[in-house]
Structure formats: structure tokens, C-alpha cells
T-cell receptor
Framework: AQKITQTQPGMFVQEKEAVTLDCTYDTSDPSYGLFWYKQPSSGEMIFLIYQGSYDQQNATEGRYSLNFQKARKSANLVISASQLGDSAMYFCAMSPRRGATNKLIFGTGTLLAVQP | DVKVTQSSRYLVKRTGEKVFLECVQDMDHENMFWYRQDPGLGLRLIYFSYDVKMKEKGDIPEGYSVSREKKERFSLILESASTNQTSMYLC?????????FGQGTRLTVV
């Protein structure tokens, strides 16, 4: 069965510092996608970054990068130069691919608090 | 921009009522999902659909059913609402490389 594990329920980081949010996954599918989403207090789900299982390079999107270690089945999110607006819940997700069906499953989330 | 619209932002229903949560997307995506979000549990998949009239159970389908008669609309049905179904419900649509979410429906069953 597919599973996403986020072991950090909450984290603090000082403004302007970098922070790593952990995510491990479990799947027997050879092809899959990994995602990170941000959910601020307003409740909307904001897509941050995507990594395909066959992508050779780690994904980056501005201040967000995904540290993809396939052998360890980990997909950690790194936020560089944290800002106060980064305070939010962060979810890691996975989409195992079976033909046209892309079931999307989520971890339990990490609540990040950025301190001034 | 992809738009995913959920019919209500807030709902209050009585125990035993039949409840319909509607979700409409304006893109031509095959995959649509219903999740419930509870503190400490993340987003748990209730049902998903990969085509019209096609559906699959997620991790917590008990007490729920779904309907997808048209590609753009995916409905979640609570046949007989119970207090343990009080939660935030999120609809999503996916291309496989990205998922787009509605604004969520906060359902309270009293």
C-alpha cells in the first residue's frame, strides 16, 4: 500500500534562515510523482513543487527545492531564506501512476512557524 | 487558470440528513477527488473518479457515496449524516503532475 509519512508535526524557523521539512514515502510502483502543498490559515491549498520519479534533477521553484533521494524514499522540502508569510501547514503528497489513474495521497502535514 | 468550485463554504446539517457536496471544474481533467481534512490526520481520500461514471474507493469511504454523471462535476453524498462526519471537505482535480483544489466546505453535523 502507498503511504506518505511526515514525522514533524510542527517546526520553528527564524526569518531568513533555511528550513527542511521531512517526507518519506512508500510505494511499489516504479513510476510516481511527489508533490508539496502549502495551506495557510485561509485554508486554500497552494501547489509548491513537483518531482517525477524518473527525473534526474531535484526540482526547484524559486525559494523551494525538493531534496529527492530515491533509494531512501525521501522527498524533503527545503525552503531557503524563510519569510513570515511562509508560516503555514505543509503537506507532502504522492501520486502512484497506474495507466490513467492518478490516485493522490497525502501525509499528515507539518505546521511551520517563522519567527521574526 | 484552472478553477475548482465547491458549492458551499460552510454547511450546518442535522444528524440523519442526506447531504450533497458539489464540486465543479472548468478544465477537462479526468481525475477528481474528495478528501476530508481533520487536525493531525492530514487529508484522507474518501473517493476518486478517473472518468465519467467511474469511481474508486479511497481510504475512508464508509458513510459516503459519490456521483459523476458529467466530466466536470463530482458530487459527494452523505446518505445519513452523523456527527463524526463533521470536517473540512476538499475537492481536487488532477492532471497527474499537479492537483488543483477547491476552497473547501466546512461541514458541521449537529
Amino acid at each position: 500500500a502507498q503511504k506518505i509519512t511526515q514525522t514533524q508535526p510542527g517546526m520553528f524557523v527564524q526569518e531568513k534562515e533555511a528550513v527542511t521539512l521531512d517526507c518519506t514515502y512508500d510505494t511499489s510502483d516504479p513510476s510516481y510523482g511527489l508533490f508539496w502543498y502549502k495551506q495557510p490559515s485561509s485554508g486554500e491549498m497552494i501547489f509548491l513543487i513537483y518531482q517525477g520519479s524518473y527525473d534526474q534533477q531535484n526540482a526547484t521553484e524559486g525559494r523551494y527545492s525538493l531534496n529527492f533521494q530515491k533509494a531512501r524514499k525521501s522527498a524533503n522540502l527545503v525552503i531557503s531564506a524563510s519569510q513570515l508569510g511562509d508560516s503555514a501547514m505543509y503537506f507532502c503528497a504522492m501520486s502512484p501512476r497506474r495507466g490513467a489513474t492518478n490516485k493522490l495521497i497525502f501525509g499528515t502535514g507539518t505546521l511551520l512557524a517563522v519567527q521574526p | 487558470d484552472v478553477k475548482v468550485t465547491q458549492s458551499s463554504r460552510y454547511l450546518v446539517k442535522r444528524t440523519g440528513e442526506k447531504v450533497f457536496l458539489e464540486c465543479v471544474q472548468d478544465m477537462d481533467h479526468e481525475n477528481m477527488f474528495w478528501y476530508r481534512q481533520d487536525p493531525g490526520l492530514g487529508l484522507r481520500l474518501i473517493y476518486f473518479s478517473y472518468d465519467v461514471k467511474m469511481k474508486e474507493k479511497g481510504d475512508i469511504p464508509e458513510g459516503y457515496s459519490v456521483s459523476r454523471e458529467k466530466k466536470e462535476r463530482f458530487s459527494l453524498i452523505l446518505e445519513s449524516a452523523s456527527t463524526n462526519q463533521t470536517s473540512m471537505y476538499l475537492c481536487a482535480t488532477s492532471t497527474g503532475a499537479e492537483a488543483f483544489f477547491g476552497q473547501g466546505t466546512r461541514l458541521t453535523v449537529v
